[in-house]
């Protein structure tokens, strides 16, 4: 079965914007170990950690949307703060 997902990073700017900053697309049926929005959320945010850590991503607060066939999963807010060392 395929379970392919876009993720989209939205970094939101002094002015209240949100630009598309980043877009990842993961195969993964994580989203659906569990019911409830709770567990999306849960599920997206370490999702989200892992990549921004990869990618070296300063800094900021971003929405981060999760969409599956052009049917978004979920949305949810973090401040990122990458850890040194």
């Not at 002015?15 to 929005?37: M, N, P, Q, T």
């Not at 599956?68 to 949810?76: E, I, L, M, S, Y």
């Amino acid at each position: 079965m395929d379970h392919l997902h876009r993720i989209e990073y939205r970094r939101r700017k002094p002015s209240g914007a949100l630009d598309l900053e980043l877009v990842e697309e993961v195969v993964d049926h994580g989203w659906y170990i569990r019911k409830g929005e709770e567990w999306r959320r849960h599920y997206t945010l370490e999702c989200a950690h892992d990549f921004l850590s990869r990618t070296e991503t300063k800094a900021g607060t971003f929405a981060v949307s999760v969409w599956r066939d052009g049917v978004r999963v979920c949305t949810v807010a973090m401040e990122w703060s990458p850890t040194k060392g």
